[in-house]
């Protein structure tokens, strides 16, 4: 399975074609609309927000509510193309003759970030690199110089709409599978807030309504935070970097149940799981380090309080008591819970902007402003949740074959029974 994504943060929509994925997999429309929902959700978010209400088209690939096999496309409308039409437009003929736009020149006039109305700047090329962002080193690549609006209408996490989608319809082959997956804000700003790894047991022992009830109250906070205490506290850290015209960071976590054992492999390095998951998540726009169960505290600790003791019971089978790796051992999932993080850096767009330089004159500058978030780590957290469910979903179909579900579902049954058997 592969999927490509493509699109401008300001172009008329984002595409997604997904390739190779199993026939007869229920998708709902309105599953992978509420995802793109939450996506959009989170305290800390910007104008833009106020603007866009994502709702996917579904162009191919799926009838009835089932997939057919074929290429998946889906497709979102920006609803602020509109504004962008002559700047963003593909057309040499669309800017008049003789017109030319002038850099941007910051003014608080133009941060308009909570108005939901277009900044003032969108009329004007970006020729001042924001410290932090794809900027600079896009310009010198693709050699952009003259205007680095080119670099970062690509380069922005507007792209990750599509990789919410396409996330939506990964989960919805775990779900048809029995497998879990939900993700929760465990730092904002230095905030922090316990992770799910805590609750290895409980978590793994859950019943279906109890962890249908445990995503509910993660999605209920603004900041997709479990603990009601931390989320206030995020909250106000977010609260003030606002006033401060500053930005925050932090960490997400995602937390997939029920996955089956073996899946990735020891025998090449590109093929171990958690070399997936983490490219993956890497991958997402801002994320700067990935860890997996204890991650870089395992540092810090003797092996004896890092490695997972192995136990067995007739009615368990094979299981752990704790649950320092993650729920990968060796690049395959060990049965247990599979538990990762990823670090998001704050956003490189400040309201009050750090210093650079203009690229054309080469004179000292203030960074350029976008019209950007305070904090987009919740909105991390459900894009970090979508790429992990795709890693997962293509280790399935990789480990158990199959060109249908039903094909895929009796193989993975076999194999749970002869695990039974071991």
Same mark, same amino acid.
């Given at each position: 399975m592969?999927?490509?994504?493509?699109?401008?943060?300001?172009?008329?929509?984002?595409?997604?074609?997904?390739? /190779?994925?199993? &026939? *007869?997999v229920?998708?709902?429309?309105?599953n $992978? =609309?509420?995802d793109?929902?939450?996506?959009?959700? !989170?305290?800390?978010?910007?104008?833009r927000?106020k603007?866009?209400?994502d709702q996917?088209e579904?162009?191919?690939g799926?009838?009835h509510?089932?997939t057919l096999?074929?290429?998946?496309?889906?497709?979102i409308?920006?609803?602020?193309?509109?504004?962008?039409?002559?700047?963003?437009?593909p057309?040499?003929?669309?800017?008049p003759?003789?017109?030319?736009?002038?850099?941007i020149?910051?003014?608080?006039?133009?941060?308009?970030?909570?108005?939901?109305?277009?900044?003032?700047e969108i009329?004007?090329?970006?020729?001042?690199?924001?410290?932090?962002?794809a900027d600079?080193?896009?310009?010198f690549?693709?050699?952009h110089?003259?205007?680095?609006?080119?670099?970062?209408?690509?380069?922005?996490?507007?792209?990750?709409?599509a990789?919410v989608?396409v /996330?939506?319809v &990964? *989960?919805?082959?775990?779900?048809?599978?029995? $497998? =879990?997956?939900?993700?929760q804000?465990?730092?904002? !700003?230095?905030?922090?807030?316990?992770s799910?790894?805590?609750y290895h047991g409980?978590?793994?022992?859950?019943?279906?309504?109890?962890?249908e009830e445990?995503?509910?109250k993660?999605?209920?906070?603004p900041?997709f935070?479990l603990?009601?205490?931390k989320t206030?506290?995020?909250?106000?850290?977010?609260?003030?970097?606002?006033?401060?015209?500053?930005?925050?960071?932090?960490?997400v976590?995602?937390?997939?149940?029920n996955?089956?054992?073996?899946?990735g492999?020891?025998?090449h390095?590109d093929?171990k799981?958690?070399?997936?998951i983490?490219?993956?998540?890497?991958?997402?726009?801002g994320v700067k380090?990935v860890?997996?169960?204890?991650?870089?505290?395992?540092?810090?600790?003797?092996?004896?309080?890092?490695?997972?003791q192995?136990y067995y019971?007739?009615s368990?089978g094979?299981?752990?008591?704790?649950?320092g790796?993650?729920g990968?051992?060796?690049g395959m999932?060990?049965?247990?819970?599979?538990?990762?993080?990823?670090?998001?850096?704050?956003i490189?767009?400040?309201?009050k902007p750090?210093?650079?330089?203009?690229?054309?004159?080469?004179?000292?500058s203030?960074?350029s402003?976008?019209?950007?978030?305070?904090?987009?780590?919740?909105a991390?957290s459900?894009v970090?949740?979508a790429?992990v469910?795709w890693?997962i979903?293509q280790?399935?179909v990789?480990?158990?074959?199959?060109?249908?579900?039903?094909?895929?579902?009796?193989?993975?049954?076999?194999?749970?029974?002869?695990?039974?058997e071991?």
């Amino acid at each position: 399975m592969r999927y490509l994504t493509a699109g401008e943060s300001h172009g008329p929509c984002l595409t997604a074609i997904i390739e /190779g994925f199993p &026939a *007869k997999v229920p998708v709902s429309r309105e599953n $992978i =609309n509420g995802d793109l929902a939450r996506r959009q959700w !989170g305290y800390g978010r910007g104008g833009r927000m106020k603007i866009e209400k994502d709702q996917v088209e579904i162009l191919s690939g799926i009838r009835h509510g089932q997939t057919l096999g074929s290429p998946i496309t889906l497709q979102i409308a920006n609803k602020d193309w509109k504004n962008w039409q002559e700047i963003m437009s593909p057309d040499k003929e669309a800017i008049p003759d003789g017109k030319k736009f002038t850099p941007i020149v910051n003014s608080k006039n133009d941060l308009a970030e909570d108005s939901g109305e277009l900044p003032k700047e969108i009329n004007k090329i970006v020729t001042k690199a924001r410290p932090g962002h794809a900027d600079l080193s896009g310009a010198f690549k693709y050699r952009h110089h003259e205007d680095m609006r080119n670099v970062l209408e690509r380069a922005s996490a507007r792209e990750t709409a599509a990789r919410v989608a396409v /996330g939506a319809v &990964a *989960k919805a082959l775990l779900e048809s599978m029995g $497998i =879990n997956i939900f993700s929760q804000v465990v730092n904002i !700003g230095g905030v922090d807030a316990h992770s799910l790894l805590n609750y290895h047991g409980q978590l793994k022992d859950y019943p279906a309504d109890k962890k249908e009830e445990l995503a509910h109250k993660i999605n209920k906070s603004p900041v997709f935070c479990l603990d009601e205490q931390k989320t206030a506290a995020m909250m106000a850290a977010i609260d003030r970097a606002k006033q401060e015209g500053d930005s925050l960071g932090g960490i997400v976590e995602v937390v997939v149940l029920n996955v089956p054992p073996g899946l990735g492999s020891y025998v090449h390095w590109d093929r171990k799981l958690d070399a997936k998951i983490a490219y993956a998540l890497a991958g997402i726009q801002g994320v700067k380090g990935v860890e997996f169960g204890l991650g870089f505290k395992g540092a810090s600790l003797p092996g004896s309080q890092v490695h997972d003791q192995i136990y067995y019971s007739n009615s368990k089978g094979f299981f752990r008591e704790t649950n320092g790796a993650g729920g990968i051992e060796g690049g395959m999932s060990n049965g247990e819970p599979i538990v990762v993080r990823a670090v998001m850096k704050p956003i490189p767009t400040l309201y009050k902007p750090l210093a650079s330089v203009d690229i054309k004159s080469k004179e000292p500058s203030l960074a350029s402003v976008e019209r950007s978030d305070i904090c987009a780590v919740p909105a991390c957290s459900v894009v970090a949740e979508a790429v992990v469910a795709w890693e997962i979903a293509q280790a399935l179909v990789e480990k158990f074959g199959g060109d249908s579900l039903a094909e895929i579902i009796t193989n993975l049954t076999n194999y749970q029974n002869w695990l039974k058997e071991v």
